[in-house]
């Protein structure tokens, strides 16, 4: 078999990834930095079906995105254009976005800490017992961990925070983490942009619920009132606010002069005899205390026959046998 050439690989990648843009709407970036390739061949058949994962350089994906575009008139794939940096792959789906992003969180694995690299997130180790002889401990005394001798091995006494989020591991770090066999990272395809068709948003837009949008569509009809009354502009969502505010300018008017109309005459009324809101609020009182009254009646009702019931059991005698 005939090895190909640089060129007809790359005519082949281009063929590959424009039949892709072609047949698939839905992209997600994924950085793809300490990934192996076994662990990436097993991310590749846990998608397998409805996604593609299509791994590449930089410079040739971003060719590619651009002779297609031009050639298809499909301007909304330039979107991709400035996601297109660091160590990066495509993964092309017609699943759920959400559901494909958690599948591919699925395949993280474990990973010492190496020298040089950059941690992305803390270390700490725990206190406790090593399990290493006395001759070991030159590598806690480096590293400034308190340590002691029990029944013959190094236990470290307290927490201590080994290398910090964003630091570079360094070699002391590493070979003591090495011989207590921790392996800190864990390492796999981490989402960093969608795109759907034509639009890229952040991951973490895949997260949120109905709730949230109910929250936040909530919280923009809040805004969109607030600003709509500040500028005495009309609205959907203000038009109720600005009804019971001209309502109340007008029957603050009324009031004030003997101008009226017949949502105001009520008001009026009550303001010039207070004693007839008076006597309503002793009905709507009256009314509140009868039901309480009844319900008070009924229990007392209800008592009584409790103590009749009880008188009968005992054959006319008290509970402590007196007559």
């Not at 993964?91 to 950059?118: H, M, N, Q, W």
């Not at 066999?181 to 639009?199: A, E």
């Not at 005899?273 to 009314?287: I, L, N, Q, W, Y």
């Amino acid at each position: 078999m005939v090895k190909a050439t640089k060129a007809e690989k790359k005519i082949a990648y281009d063929a590959k990834l424009c039949q892709l843009i072609d047949e698939f709407t839905q992209i997600l970036v994924v950085a793809a930095d300490n990934v192996g390739s076994t662990q990436l061949q097993n991310i590749r058949k846990g998608l397998r079906g409805d996604s593609v994962v299509l791994m590449g350089k930089n410079t040739m994906m971003k060719r590619s995105v651009k002779i297609h575009a031009e050639n298809t008139g499909n301007t909304g794939i330039l979107n991709l254009l400035p996601l297109l940096q660091g160590n990066v792959g495509l993964i092309f789906t017609k699943g759920d976005l959400k559901e494909v992003s958690e599948e591919v969180a699925k395949y993280k694995v474990g990973a010492p800490a190496r020298v040089g690299l950059v941690a992305p997130i803390d270390v700490v180790v725990q206190p406790g017992n090593t399990g290493l002889d006395p001759s070991q401990t030159s590598f806690f005394q480096v590293l400034n961990i308190p340590t002691k001798i029990n029944k013959g091995t190094v236990e470290i006494i307290t927490p201590v925070e080994l290398i910090k989020q964003g630091d570079k591991v360094g070699s002391s770090e590493a070979a003591l983490l090495a011989k207590l066999g921790i392996r800190p990272f864990s390492y796999g395809l981490v989402v960093q942009s969608v795109y759907d068709n034509g639009s890229v948003f952040s991951p973490e837009v895949l997260d949120l619920t109905e709730d949230d949008l109910v929250q936040k569509f909530a919280a923009g009809i809040s805004m969109v009132t607030s600003l709509a009354l500040a500028i005495s502009y009309p609205t959907l969502a203000a038009a109720p606010h600005m009804f019971i505010n001209a309502y109340k300018n007008a029957l603050a008017i009324s009031v004030a002069t003997e101008y009226t109309f017949p949502q105001a005459e009520k008001v009026k009324e009550f303001l010039k005899d207070p004693s007839k809101f008076a006597v309503a609020v002793a009905a709507v009182s009256a009314d509140a205390g009868g039901g309480a009254s009844a319900g008070a009646a009924k229990v007392e009702e209800k008592k009584e026959v409790v103590e009749e019931s009880d008188e009968e059991d005992y054959g006319g005698f008290d509970m402590f046998g007196d007559e």
